[in-house]
């Protein structure tokens, strides 16, 4: 195609097509000394915007002998449509869609009339150039079932929202809704809309859980967004690839939901033993499950017998020995305690029968049962009567009342913990998520709280390679590996090939859960050492050098040092005590931003999400050089 060069400035060169269509559709303007945009204007009856829009350098000022392009007189005249182009004065909330859609052209088409529109939104008020179709009618408005250029049919599948087919093709609700005027306020399955022909993301559903979906405010900018949520540009653009060519009007973001938790920096220990006010004697309903009238009539099986075969027997009276410990600690601060100890027989028709029989009116907490079902009865019971009950070793999710209080972090609080401690420390490093398809939802939540993270997946035999981590990490700067996954034979590899990289890449491992495939016979502790093993826990550990009295006054009392629940059953029985005797109700006691620490555990109470309380505190734990676990926050 022959051209031709106009030139516009002594530094800027326009191309245009000399063809006999361009010939006619536009010509230049020579700009003489005194000449204004609005006085070109005038002398070839058109408007200042489609001057600008089609010499955006305009805007910065006219000089004397640059040229301009101008329509010529046979395609616009005093706002007269032609057979070529026609003008259209921009509505107040007409979107590009909807104008496209009224003249059955593509945006692209406009966009190609109005340059200046590649880079801006529409403005009210101004007049845009619009391509003529010879089978276009203003007046009816629509395409006649036809699609509209630039654009395709597309069907609503299971779950998808406006929200999310908006932001699967990178437009606004308001253009979405142009182009589909009889769209109601909810999709249906099955529905026919008409959208861009290209989608900017693959997957239209939402997750209200994860995420919150933000529509782009006129003018505003990554600046604007990093005021208003905290995520930078690159955190904004990993989230919503899309925004890469930059943020325009209407444009629907994913951003992470914003979390209504206590900051760490909030938090504060507290001694609830210096701040003993109320020592007037405390009762205290302790139900265990010892299931004694089973072993009564017993008579063939020893005690030691009767411990081998019931694992639950054990855990019962390891913790029994831990709370009445506690209950000797209290009384030596002068508190008064008269514990009350009820036999379950691990049945919820027992609970049932035991608080129905006993006068539970005067009992200022109840300490159990163990068992899930158990602790979920007797709270349902006592609700009314507004008796707290402290369930000590259930971590899973639980049916809750107002006066349940589950004192054993579930699985969701440590992820949480974990996930918070990752973010708040991933500035300067290189975070790599590990992940199997079974954890996708723990790395799905790694990847809201850290955008930028990188991932590697396993190879078919479910394990990875040298060159698989390799290809992500970064040499002299610090790389955070976070390994999900239940599998050993992933873990195995996974700690084999970070533990063997070279010198100058810096490796630290995490985990959100820290199961027992860390534990098989072949995952070395050694590597897990080396590579400094960080991972969420209930509780830390303590050496048996530690001169804790608590450990001291076991060993005298049983003989032995106390394991983890005989030191579980303390801490609850300790921290419910030093409670009831800091305040006149134990409720006034419960405070988000104060916890408690005790031996091994610590407890900080926050409302739940349903009813009840639950313990949001939990250790960050580190596998130092000596091989045992060494607390990181």
């Not at 072949?522 to 001169?547: G, M, W």
Request: include cysteine.
């Amino acid at each position: 195609m022959l051209k031709c060069l106009i030139y516009v400035s002594v530094t800027f060169l326009f191309m245009v097509s000399c063809g006999s269509v361009a010939q006619q559709q536009y010509k230049s303007h020579s700009v003489q000394k005194g000449e204004t945009v609005y006085s070109i204007s005038k002398e070839y009856a058109i408007s200042e915007e489609t001057i600008y829009n089609l010499n955006p350098d305009a805007k910065n000022g006219l000089k004397v002998n640059s040229v301009l392009i101008i329509p010529s007189n046979s395609v616009i005249s005093s706002g007269t449509n032609n057979n070529n182009f026609r003008q259209h004065k921009v509505k107040k909330k007409e979107t590009l869609y909807g104008i496209a859609q009224l003249y059955n052209v593509s945006v692209d088409e406009i966009k190609k009339l109005n340059k200046d529109l590649y880079s801006r939104g529409l403005k009210k008020g101004e007049n845009l150039l619009i391509p003529a179709k010879a089978n276009n009618s203003e007046t009816n408005g629509s395409n006649t079932g036809n699609t509209l250029p630039g654009t395709q049919k597309y069907t609503v599948k299971a779950k998808e929202t406006k929200f999310g087919i908006a932001r699967k093709f990178g437009i606004s609700i308001a253009e979405l809704e142009d182009l589909n005027p009889d769209l109601g306020d909810s999709l249906k399955v099955g529905t026919t809309l008409i959208v861009p022909d290209k989608t900017v993301i693959e997957n239209a559903e939402i997750d209200d859980e994860n995420f919150q979906y933000y529509e782009v405010k006129p003018k505003e900018g990554f600046y604007r967004l990093k005021a208003k949520f905290g995520l930078s540009e690159e955190e904004v653009i990993a989230l919503n690839p899309y925004a890469k060519d930059g943020l325009k009007d209407g444009m629907i973001l994913k951003i992470p939901k914003e979390e209504n938790t206590i900051s760490q920096e909030d938090i504060s220990v507290v001694n609830l033993e210096n701040k003993i006010d109320n020592k007037k004697m405390k009762t205290v309903a302790l139900m265990l499950p010892f299931r004694l009238m089973r072993s009564a009539s017993d008579t063939t099986s020893s005690d030691e017998d009767l411990l081998k075969r019931d694992p639950t027997l054990r855990v019962a009276l390891d913790f029994y020995s831990g709370a009445l410990m506690a209950a000797d600690f209290a009384k030596d601060k002068g508190i008064s305690v008269t514990m009350n100890v009820y036999d379950t027989e691990k049945s919820d028709t027992k609970v049932a029968s035991i608080i129905s029989k006993s006068e539970f009116k005067n009992v200022d907490a109840v300490i159990g049962p163990l068992l899930q079902k158990n602790v979920e009865k007797a709270s349902a019971m006592l609700k009314g009567e507004k008796i707290p009950v402290f369930s000590p070793l259930s971590n899973r999710e639980m049916a809750m009342n107002d006066n349940l209080f589950q004192t054993l972090p579930t699985d969701a609080v440590l992820q949480k913990t974990m996930i918070r401690y990752l973010k708040e420390h991933s500035s300067g490093k290189n975070i790599i998520i590990i992940s199997d398809s079974k954890r996708a939802k723990q790395r799905e939540m790694i990847q809201n709280a850290i955008p930028m993270a990188k991932t590697v997946s396993p190879r078919g035999g479910g394990y990875i390679q040298a060159s698989d981590i390799t290809s992500v990490a970064s040499e002299g700067m610090d790389n955070w590996v976070i390994l999900e996954t239940q599998n050993p034979v992933l873990v195995s590899s996974a700690v084999n090939v970070l533990a063997a990289m070279p010198a100058n890449y810096k490796v630290r491992l995490f985990t959100l859960d820290r199961n027992e495939a860390y534990e098989w016979y072949e995952v070395s502790s050694t590597r897990l050492a080396k590579l400094n093993f960080t991972f969420p826990s209930v509780n830390k550990n303590i050496s048996e050098d530690d001169r804790n009295p608590f450990l001291i006054s076991y060993k005298n009392k049983y003989g032995v040092l106390p394991n983890r629940y005989a030191i579980r059953g303390f801490d609850v029985t300790y921290d419910v005590l030093l409670r009831l005797a800091s305040e006149k109700d134990i409720y006034d006691a419960i405070m988000p931003e104060s916890e408690t620490v005790y031996i091994e555990n610590k407890f900080r109470y926050e409302k739940s999400n349903t009813e009840g309380y639950c313990n949001e505190a939990a250790y960050i734990l580190k596998y130092n050089d000596e091989l045992k676990f060494e607390v990181v926050e």
